[in-house]
């Protein structure tokens, strides 16, 4: 797919990947504007390469909502598929006007409690809400991803609970859990062992049918 992504989050997460384009402003990063029509003609002229589609992703895409539905809605027209990468941190309004026009979705569970979603400033209850939705979406294709962070989130008790809680909705969910590198204002910590992602990968596995690890 072709990938395109923007500026700005709804999130301050402090172990952000992707920081510098995620917590800019437009003074901060070069960027160039682009209409959905010119993106979805960039789009469908590589398909004789294999491309099928486009991929909202780097930022949040939703803090873009309209770009991404209008977009969205002119792929499908043109036979193309789209791809949401998000942190599910939307309202039910917007979510649903957006939902018709995404075949994947990966979601951002970043934690399993509130109190971590206290320290990225979200809502749980909200993600939860957003996968949920997506779950029971018939014509999207819904994965989840955890970035394990040492001494925040990588408890068996909370993968255990996420991995529970996301096999209630769909044990066919695919569920990745991905190595945590120090990284914008969170380098007090070492890098996740690759062993505690691989134990908690089969902490999951009790629960879902497909658990991958990442950046081990």
Do not use: M
Not at 53 to 69: M, Q
Not at 80 to 106: M, Q
Not at 183 to 202: K, S
């Amino acid at each position: 797919v072709l990938s395109v992504g923007s500026y700005g989050c709804n999130l301050r997460c402090p172990f952000c990947q992707n920081a510098s384009i995620a917590c800019a402003g437009e003074r901060d990063v070069p960027w160039r504007e682009i209409a959905p029509a010119e993106l979805v003609d960039a789009a469908a002229s590589l398909v004789t390469e294999g491309n099928i589609g486009l991929a909202f992703t780097y930022n949040e895409p939703l803090v873009g909502l309209e770009f991404v539905r209008g977009t969205a809605r002119l792929a499908h027209e043109r036979g193309l598929v789209n791809v949401l990468v998000s942190n599910g941190y939307v309202n039910d309004g917007p979510l649903h006007e957006v939902t018709p026009f995404i075949d994947v979705a990966n979601i951002d569970l970043k934690g399993f409690t509130q109190s971590f979603y206290d320290l990225v400033g979200g809502d749980l209850a909200t993600v939860k809400h957003t996968i949920e939705v997506l779950a029971a979406t018939p014509s999207c294709h819904l994965e989840v991803t955890t970035l394990v962070i040492p001494g925040l989130n990588d408890s068996d008790q909370e993968i255990a609970e996420a991995a529970q809680w996301l096999a209630s909705l769909d044990p066919s969910i695919p569920y990745h859990l991905t190595r945590f590198f120090p990284c914008h204002r969170l380098t007090d910590r070492p890098a996740t062992p690759p062993e505690t992602v691989h134990h908690l990968a089969n902490v999951a596995r009790r629960y879902l049918k497909h658990v991958y690890v990442g950046n081990c």
